[in-house]
């Protein structure tokens, strides 16, 4: 069993006392990050976070981004002079305007443009006197007046903004950039060497420079150099001239990692004593703390990469030789390296950088990549089998668990007893030996139960039950119960329960229920008793009332002093305490009650198959099924309510079930552990990621101690906890729109807004929760508006993908939360614009409605003038035949001119000849002329003539 560089001692001494465990007491475990992963190359010399959350990480092959799953790879692009002017990453910076700037190893200095992507580049030219000194950038730094220090191989660069920079764009502002170049010279008051390796900032304003030569500090007013160097006869100066890191802490101490100097720490005469800061710095001493080789408290490696200062005051330190721990008040380090056979130890011990997220989680840069880890993540401690160590427990699966009078911590397994000494750490483990007859006689265990006289009574899979007087020497003897059809009956105890009176309760596989009277129990201590004479009941077809048939896995006897018993057939048989109390079922019968599973009804019991039982502080029985989840009995109404993994629970069967101080519910099931709040119904649910031996975990193999620690066992050995100590991740993590596919092809995101066309038909969005202490665990909500009218819970995937989006306005909104469920309920958002294809446009529909009214107004013209033409034609026709009329008319008042003037006037038809006399008849004109000679006449139609005139019109 191994936990790190921490002690197993100090770790279990920690554990069974009931105090608040701090950060310190529990061993880290490291999460890894190198090229499998997608990181461009394992050597990380720096890391730093930008203000929307994403983690930067600089390596000797390109700037990585990453989202907590993916990297995304920044590398130089030959003739693009907006990409990244080199691939050996040396430092990264963030200012306090949130601009990102990128010191490279061969390609001076970059700053980088979050709102298009591009980088701008600033290098050393000789012609130029306010270039950056040197093209290799060593160390970046921005003091507490927004100042940029640029540490190079030549020197210390301070960059000069120009005056009106609030008005100028960034590539403007870019292009105005001066430096201003200190470095070595023949005056004592310059910097002791040219290789600037690093820079930081005291309390009272004075900048502290670290070289390949020597330590440096000044004042950025005057910038005359006070220097630093190594001694062989100084007591109390620096050990080496090789400045690595430097650091000021929330004291005001000055804090040097050194190249085989170790740490040192600068001691300043009191302030009293000297008014004069430059004699009070020249009169400085050094503390410093090397590694002891007998001193386990010391300090790992005389070499110091990295410093970085917790909220506590703690230093942690990157060294040649793995993560150090630094309690400054207690002059005492703790050490973390790599372990090879400790897949969770550091994976190297070369660290060159350490940096702390806004979640709390420590960014290592190491030689094999990144190390993550969160102080208060893993607090579900482990305690599993390793073949490596005799002293480790004796198998991995672990079937019960039970605390004895000394605290001593009771391990059944596949193979082998073990008792686990919290004190020490020490586990002891006893098999079957067939030369000793004291021994087990069996190794596979199934149950254990330490009664009030601090018995140990341990049911075998096979081969029956076995007792023991605990001794606290750890001297053991087993003593073998009958099995036989005279004693137990069975060979396989799958279930061992004392009851409050005392009596001993003994469930079987197949074999019904066994009971032991207090006073049998009694007598039992007599090493030369082994016969059992037992109460036993049996499953009886016959008999409604009798006991259920198959294994016995739980019983619980409640506060009315009822005894519950769990099987996997039949559900759930109830004694009452009357018929608990019962000695003799022949004199008189027990009968037994039964809660079943029925299908057709919702409220009673979930699943046939019972694997625990719990009854919490207000009296209400809880049980764990299997396929069923976790059921509740109503006691007042007489039936149960069920929650399944549609409520939250990870997995529909519950091994085991305890209650915390405050109420809380755990529960062990197939996928993990589950905190359950019974009053809002409301899970939080636990994974490996959390530090679980396993998804798994097993029947019976739970305990709450003296003390109020949990452990619960599965199939990878045990996890050892205080509810108290398991607190959630609070932090909000910011969302973000990580990544954007069109048509397989990566668009950037610089902006919440995007433009696409119609014929791009496959849109893939992917989003971050950028939170990094389980980014696994992170989940999501998003939704596509007015595609979406709801939310879509897409768990923990990352990515929504569209295909053949209509053309329009859409809105992408994405919420996510961290690991332990908090949610951000803001997000973030992408509004997309479809463009429609040209005759989908506003300008084209208005170019055909134009069209369509030029089309009626051409048409209507043509129309009218076609009208205008035949009105014209019958104008000229109506002329022509007016004309005839006439011509016929004057023909006939020529013919008339020898007739004699008739008396009276009398129409005539110009066109029939036909004349109408007073009675209106018409007759032909030369008749009636005949017959009346002395009428007159005037022109006219007849109704036949004009309706025929009318007609050819």
Not at 104 to 125: E, I, M, P, Q, V
Not at 156 to 163: A, E, K, W
Request: hydrophobic share 35%.
């Amino acid at each position: 069993m191994r936990l790190h560089a921490l002690n197993i001692r100090l770790f279990m001494f920690v554990c069974i006392i009931p105090l608040q465990l701090s950060a310190q007491d529990l061993p880290l475990q490291f999460r890894h990050y190198d090229i499998g992963d997608g990181l461009s190359l394992n050597t990380v010399r720096t890391i730093s976070q930008d203000s929307k959350g994403f983690m930067w990480i600089g390596t000797a092959d390109g700037l990585n981004r990453f989202d907590g799953r993916t990297f995304e790879i920044y590398r130089p692009v030959a003739f693009d002079t907006t990409s990244l002017s080199d691939w050996d990453i040396s430092s990264i910076l963030h200012d306090f305007r949130g601009r990102q700037w990128v010191g490279t190893y061969n390609g001076g200095l970059n700053l980088r443009d979050a709102s298009t992507g591009r980088f701008y580049h600033f290098k050393h030219h000789r012609d130029f006197l306010y270039s950056l000194s040197h093209d290799s950038v060593t160390t970046l730094f921005e003091d507490r007046d927004h100042r940029l220090w640029i540490g190079t191989v030549n020197g210390l660069n301070r960059l000069i903004s120009p005056d009106d920079a609030e008005g100028l764009t960034l590539e403007s502002w870019a292009g105005q950039v001066r430096f201003q170049c200190y470095t070595a010279t023949p005056e004592t008051t310059s910097l002791s060497n040219p290789y600037v390796t690093c820079i930081t900032m005291d309390r009272d304003g004075w900048l502290w420079v670290g070289t390949d030569e020597g330590l440096n500090v000044t004042h950025p007013d005057s910038m005359r150099f006070i220097r630093f160097f190594c001694t062989v006869d100084a007591q109390n100066g620096l050990k080496s001239n090789y400045i690595r890191c430097l650091h000021c802490d929330e004291a005001g101490r000055i804090w040097i990692g050194t190249e085989y100097g170790g740490l040192s720490c600068l001691i300043l005469p009191e302030p009293e004593e000297i008014v004069d800061r430059r004699k009070q710095l020249c009169r400085a001493e050094f503390q410093t703390y090397l590694p002891e080789k007998d001193n386990p408290g010391s300090i790992s490696s005389d070499v110091v990469y990295s410093i970085f200062e917790d909220s506590a005051g703690i230093l942690w330190l990157g060294t040649e030789q793995g993560l150090n721990r630094f309690d400054t008040s207690q002059h005492r380090f703790e050490n973390w390296k790599n372990e090879p056979d400790d897949p969770v130890s550091l994976n190297n011990n070369t660290i060159w950088t350490i940096t702390k997220d806004h979640s709390g989680v420590y960014w290592l840069g190491t030689d094999g990549g990144i190390n993550t880890f969160h102080e208060k993540k893993h607090r579900f401690l482990k305690i599993q089998h390793d073949p490596g160590q005799p002293e480790s427990l004796s198998h991995p699966y672990v079937w019960d668990l039970e605390e004895d009078a000394f605290n001593f911590i009771w391990v059944g397994t596949t193979f082998g007893l073990n008792r686990f000494d919290p004190a020490t750490g020490h586990i002891q483990s006893f098999f079957y030996d067939p030369n000793r007859p004291c021994s087990l006689r069996d190794n596979n265990i199934m149950s254990l139960c330490v009664d009030r006289d601090n018995m140990l009574w341990v049911g075998l899979n096979g081969s029956g039950l076995d007792r023991t007087v605990i001794r606290e020497s750890g001297t053991v003897e087993f003593i073998h119960m009958d099995c036989t059809d005279k004693g137990l009956g069975s060979y396989y105890i799958l279930s061992l329960y004392e009851d409050r009176d005392g009596a001993l309760w003994i469930g079987t596989w197949n074999k019904g229920l066994c009971k032991i009277l207090p006073e049998e129990r009694h007598a039992l201590a007599d090493r030369s008793t082994t016969l059992v004479p037992s109460i036993r009941f049996f499953p009886d077809s016959n008999d409604p009332y009798s006991i259920s048939p198959g294994r016995i896995y739980a019983m619980l006897q409640d506060h009315t002093g009822a005894l519950w018993i769990a099987t996997d057939v039949d559900g759930l048989n109830v004694l009452s305490l009357e018929h608990v109390r019962v000695k003799d079922p022949a004199m008189e019968p027990v009968r037994f009650a039964h809660f079943r599973h029925n299908p057709a009804d919702p409220k009673s019991l979930s699943s046939n198959i019972v694997m625990c039982i719990h009854e919490d502080r207000y009296g209400d029985l809880w049980f764990g099924t299997y396929g069923g989840g976790l059921s509740h009995y109503h006691r007042q109404k007489n039936e149960f309510s069920f929650y399944n993994t549609s409520d939250g629970l990870p997995n529909n069967i519950v091994y085991g079930i305890m209650e915390d101080g405050e109420g809380y519910l755990w529960l062990s099931t197939n996928k993990g552990l589950s905190k359950f709040n019974p009053e809002t119904g409301d899970f939080h649910n636990f994974t490996v990621h959390d530090g679980l031996q396993s998804y798994e975990f097993n029947s019976g193999a739970f305990l709450k101690t003296h003390d109020g620690y949990m452990l619960f066992g599965g199939i990878c050995g045990f996890n050892f906890f205080h509810p108290g100590d398991i607190s959630l991740n609070t932090y909000i993590p910011p969302v973000v729109i990580s990544d954007l596919r069109v048509d397989d092809r990566t668009v950037p995101v610089l902006s919440d807004r995007i433009r696409l066309s119609y014929r791009q038909q496959l849109l893939s969005i992917e989003f971050a929760a950028l939170s990094y202490i389980i980014p696994e665990k992170n989940r999501y909500r998003y939704r596509m508006t007015p595609l979406n009218k709801t939310w879509i819970d897409a768990g923990s995937e990352y990515k929504a993908t569209y295909t053949h989006l209509s053309p329009g306005n859409y809105t992408f909104q994405v919420l996510g939360s961290n690991n332990d469920g908090v949610w951000n309920p803001k997000g973030a958002s992408l509004h997309i614009r479809i463009s429609p294809p040209f005759w989908q446009t506003f300008w084209f529909r208005l170019f055909l409605i134009l069209l369509f009214f030029g089309c009626v107004y051409l048409i209507y013209s043509i129309r009218t003038r076609s009208v205008q033409r035949l009105n014209r034609m019958l104008e000229k026709k109506v002329q022509e035949r007016t004309e005839a009329l006439e011509t016929a008319n004057e023909e006939l008042q020529t013919a008339l001119e020898n007739v004699n003037t008739l008396e009276g006037l009398l129409p005539i038809c110009a066109s029939c000849k036909r004349i109408r006399d007073e009675n209106g008849d018409w007759h032909q004109v030369d008749v009636y002329i005949r017959q009346h000679s002395d009428v007159r006449f005037s022109h006219g139609l007849c109704p036949e003539c004009y309706q025929k005139y009318e007609k050819e019109l």
